[in-house]
């Protein structure tokens, strides 16, 4: 049940920002962005969340535009060892509640290059 | 974040055989377990929800008597696939939702992931 549409590969030289699009054209209001990656034969590894807000962590920063139907991870000085696939997720999430369950699409394998 | 922890990592069994999977949540209690399967070069497909004492619920398409989930206490939960066969060779991977973390807008129940187990069906 993704309700997002991501590249299915980018590629991005090492040292450079990579910057992974996603679409969310159906995002509800109390639904949040979510990124994970997983690296090959490993599971999903968090990367960041935001509601509407544009967020910025040790990882990665994550642009929402205002209307909220789309965003942009972005990953400031990429190395070797970004190389994975990238998940974009929708889910509903109620502050102190449990959240929704995460569901899969076929995220955005990115390759970082020497 | 906290850390979720499979094993074994991987499996070779025979056609016909049992094979279970423990998922334990090594440093947070989990109230919810989620377990999820993945082919190759295909994304994770969620396969079944498990909370705390009471029974899993299944994504639609998922045949809870071959797929036999226990979660009897807040640190562990265990994968059964009966009869397994070579159609079942795939990725296993375990999450994790706990309690609460933080405060502010981190004020709900996160969730990790375990590395994965790779079973294999002869």
């Known amino acids: 049940d993704a309700k997002t549409t991501q590249p299915t590969s980018m590629d991005c030289a090492e040292g450079r920002a990579a910057n992974l699009p996603c679409n969310h054209s159906?995002?509800?209001?109390?639904?949040?962005v979510y990124w994970y990656r997983q690296i090959h034969s490993q599971g999903p590894q968090y990367i960041i969340h935001?509601?509407?807000n544009n967020e910025t962590n040790e990882m990665a920063s994550l642009i929402i535009t205002e209307d909220r139907k789309s965003s942009t991870l972005i990953l400031p000085h990429a190395t070797l060892r970004d190389t994975a696939v990238y998940y974009c997720?929708?889910?509903?999430?109620?502050?102190?509640?449990?959240?929704?369950?995460?569901?899969f699409g076929r995220g955005t394998q990115l390759t970082v290059w020497p | 974040g906290a850390v979720v922890s499979q094993h074994p990592s991987w499996v070779i069994c025979k056609s016909g055989t049992s094979v279970k999977i423990e998922c334990r949540s090594l440093?947070?209690?989990?109230?919810?377990m989620f377990w999820y399967r993945q082919f190759p070069k295909q994304s994770l497909m969620l396969m079944a929800t498990?909370?705390?004492?009471?029974?899993?619920?299944?994504e639609q398409g998922v045949e809870k008597d071959k797929f036999l989930i226990n979660h009897a206490s807040l640190t562990l939960s265990t994968l059964t696939v009966t009869s397994a066969h070579p159609e079942d060779s795939s990725f296993y991977i375990c999450?994790?939702?706990?309690?609460?973390f933080g405060s502010g807008r981190d004020s709900y129940n996160e969730q990790f992931f375990g590395p994965g187990t790779r079973l294999t069906v002869l």
């Open positions: 159906t995002i509800s209001g109390n639904e949040y």
């Open positions: 997720i929708v889910r509903v999430a109620r502050r102190g509640s449990t959240l929704g369950r995460l569901y």
């Open positions: 999450s994790a939702r706990g309690p609460g």
């Open positions: 935001g509601l509407k």
């Open positions: 440093d947070f209690q989990a109230t919810t």
């Open positions: 498990s909370n705390e004492g009471s029974k899993a619920t299944y």
